[in-house]
Structure formats: C-alpha cells, structure tokens
C-alpha cells in the first residue's frame, strides 16, 4: 500500500470541503499504522461516532468504502 498514491489518487474523492477532513483522518490512521484491513471498520465506527447526519454518514461510507477497496 503507497500512502503517497492514496493521497493523490483521493483527491477525486472531495465533494465538499469537509470531504478533505474525514479523508486526512484515514490516511494519518493509516500513515500511523493505527487502521489496518482487519481493524477498518472499527476505526471509522470510532469517527462517526457523533455523527447524525445522513448526508455525511453517507459521505464517510463512499469514502471509506473507496479506501477499503485500495487497502
């Protein structure tokens, strides 16, 4: 997994400016080793935690489907 790629290849992910927050909070999990393939699900669980948006649950679900498929 290139770190470097994800970041580039993310940027088409943003729709919206707080698009580029959730997608920093995944690659610096990743960068730090915290959020690994067998643990994905759980950390993103832990960033939707007090969210009650459907919008923007259903923003961190595109996201991070979209990352979970690369990892």
Avoid: A, P
């Avoid at 400016?17 to 995944?26: G, M, P, Q, V």
């Avoid at 690659?27 to 993103?44: A, H, M, Q, R």
């Avoid at 969210?51 to 649950?57: A, G, L, N, R, T």
């Amino acid at each position: 997994m290139n770190i470097e790629q994800l970041k580039k290849d993310s940027k088409r992910l943003i729709f919206e400016s707080r698009d580029t927050n959730k997608i920093d909070k995944i690659i610096k999990g990743l960068e730090t080793g915290k959020i690994t393939k067998d643990n994905f699900y759980d950390s993103i669980r832990k960033f939707t935690k007090n969210v009650y948006s459907d919008h923007s649950i259903g923003r961190w679900q595109c996201i991070s489907e979209w990352f979970y498929e690369r990892i």
